[in-house]
């Protein structure tokens, strides 16, 4: 099965824990909520980079830029803004359904930069 078959766009939280929490992971965690949100709390791992600096043309972060990302916001809406963006500049993407507030409702770490317990904001 391909990292991201052909019509995938969305995926679960589960799935994306799958794709992207390893070291060796296939693909990279992307967070594109604004620094507020990202400063209260995110995914270990994840990558920041927000929608509106996005939107603005402002590059994603060198370290990946050739990774096929799974792109993470709050419930799920500026994500999939982001991946049919990101889609467009040629990046292979998909977003999380339900975004933070399902990956928190799983169970799933959610921590501030400083690698303590963080929040959804």
Same mark, same amino acid.
């Given at each position: 099965?391909?990292?991201?078959?052909?019509?995938?766009?969305? &995926?679960?939280?589960?799935?994306?824990?799958?794709?992207?929490?390893? *070291?060796?992971?296939? =693909? &990279? +965690?992307?967070?594109?909520?604004?620094?507020?949100?990202?400063?209260?709390?995110?995914?270990?791992? *994840?990558?920041?980079?927000? +929608?509106?600096? +996005? &939107? =603005? $043309?402002?590059?994603?972060?060198?370290?990946?830029?050739?990774?096929?990302?799974?792109?993470?916001?709050?419930?799920?809406?500026?994500?999939?803004? =982001?991946?049919?963006?990101?889609?467009?500049? $040629?990046?292979?993407?998909?977003?999380?359904?339900?975004?933070?507030?399902?990956?928190?409702?799983?169970?799933?770490?959610?921590?501030?930069?400083?690698?303590?317990?963080?929040?959804?904001?």
């Amino acid at each position: 099965m391909s990292l991201f078959p052909t019509g995938e766009d969305r &995926v679960t939280v589960d799935e994306a824990v799958r794709r992207t929490r390893d *070291a060796d992971a296939p =693909a &990279v +965690l992307l967070d594109v909520r604004e620094q507020r949100e990202w400063d209260a709390g995110h995914a270990p791992g *994840a990558v920041y980079a927000p +929608l509106s600096g +996005l &939107v =603005a $043309g402002v590059e994603l972060p060198e370290a990946v830029r050739t990774r096929p990302l799974v792109v993470i916001c709050r419930s799920g809406q500026r994500s999939q803004q =982001a991946a049919e963006l990101l889609a467009a500049r $040629g990046t292979r993407v998909v977003d999380v359904k339900g975004g933070m507030r399902a990956w928190a409702a799983a169970g799933y770490p959610v921590v501030d930069d400083h690698g303590n317990s963080g929040s959804i904001a």
